[in-house]
């Protein structure tokens, strides 16, 4: 569950980052996994605020500026990336040995939750949205 004001996408890769850290002792191959998942969702973020920038500079050259609501939309976007931004900065800055002092609820994820939190994740990517469309075409 995720707590009053806090990001729904941040609470979940949290609980992912620590699961992945949890079990970097048995696989190796997770901490290559975690900084992947970092560095990806970071361009994510990145893409997005770009994204929301050019969607804004298209709209104020087209129609005017009577769309107070998607500016104000564009702004809530640009306030959460960098909320987003300011948390994988964190984890990024983070030492390997004080990854347990960030833990929140990462003894509550087990590997199917974990699998379902991926799963959910990769669904908000760009690619999954529009898989339709490819198939398609």
């Not at 190796?28 to 804004?56: C, G, H, N, P």
């Not at 983070?94 to 990462?106: D, I």
Request: net charge negative.
């Amino acid at each position: 569950q995720v707590s009053e004001g806090e990001d729904e996408i941040q609470q979940l890769q949290k609980a992912l980052l620590d699961y992945l850290d949890d079990n970097t002792e048995t696989d190796a191959s997770l901490v290559f996994s975690r900084k992947f998942y970092v560095a990806q969702w970071f361009r994510d973020t990145t893409m997005e605020t770009e994204k929301a920038i050019k969607s804004q500079k298209d709209e104020d050259s087209s129609e005017g500026s009577h769309h107070a609501k998607d500016v104000e939309t564009t702004g809530q976007i640009m306030h959460r990336a960098e909320s987003r931004k300011k948390f994988l900065r964190s984890i990024i800055k983070t030492a390997p040995s004080q990854f347990s002092t960030l833990k929140m609820n990462s003894d509550t994820v087990d590997y199917e939750d974990a699998c379902l939190i991926v799963r959910y994740l990769a669904s908000m990517r760009p690619f999954a949205q529009s898989f339709d469309i490819y198939l398609t075409q």
